[in-house]
């Protein structure tokens, strides 16, 4: 499945060492010249990252077309809530009619103001999802939960919790 990502996604899912989610669930990760532009400014471990998923063409570069550029320009610029990474992730995600992955709640809020989303995803949501098709146990939501909060990223503290309770409800469901 491809997905338009951002910085702040891209960031997490190495820092929390979950590309395997990646692999689990399939994805085809889709970078805008913006999102590059943040990476190549960003710390040596994060272009290396970087490279390591371009090589296991796992991550592309995907061109923004005049018609993304003018979506993106109906969204006021706003230093504090939004960067060109972030809406351009959303605006193409949106042109392709794919998920868009961004962790930041602020810019994801802002840009709902002004155009249409489709589905936005975070790190949590990536984590989620490979744990409720069983690539993922227990121990593995609780280590990501760990470092996800030694990164200072906000994670509910009953994460692996809400997880296991609607696996089961689920599960119940379904039987």
């Not at 910085?7 to 979950?18: A, E, G, M």
């Amino acid at each position: 499945m491809d997905a338009v990502i951002d910085t702040s996604t891209f960031i997490n899912i190495k820092n929390v060492s979950c590309e395997c989610i990646l692999d689990y669930l399939n994805y085809n990760l889709l970078a805008t010249i913006y999102v590059l532009q943040e990476i190549d400014k960003a710390h040596e471990d994060t272009k290396k990252f970087y490279e390591t998923l371009k090589r296991k063409n796992k991550i592309h570069h995907v061109k923004l077309t005049i018609n993304d550029l003018l979506e993106m320009a109906k969204v006021p610029p706003h230093k504090k809530k939004i960067s060109d990474a972030e809406l351009s992730c959303f605006v193409k995600a949106k042109s392709l009619g794919t998920r868009a992955l961004c962790d930041d709640k602020k810019a994801i809020k802002y840009v709902r103001r002004y155009i249409q989303l489709n589905e936005v995803f975070g790190i949590i949501d990536l984590i989620k999802e490979a744990y409720l098709k069983s690539y993922i146990c227990d121990e593995d939501v609780k280590a990501y939960q760990k470092r996800l909060n030694e990164t200072k990223c906000r994670v509910p503290d009953n994460l692996l919790e809400q997880f296991a309770a609607e696996k089961l409800k689920y599960l119940m469901e379904n039987s």
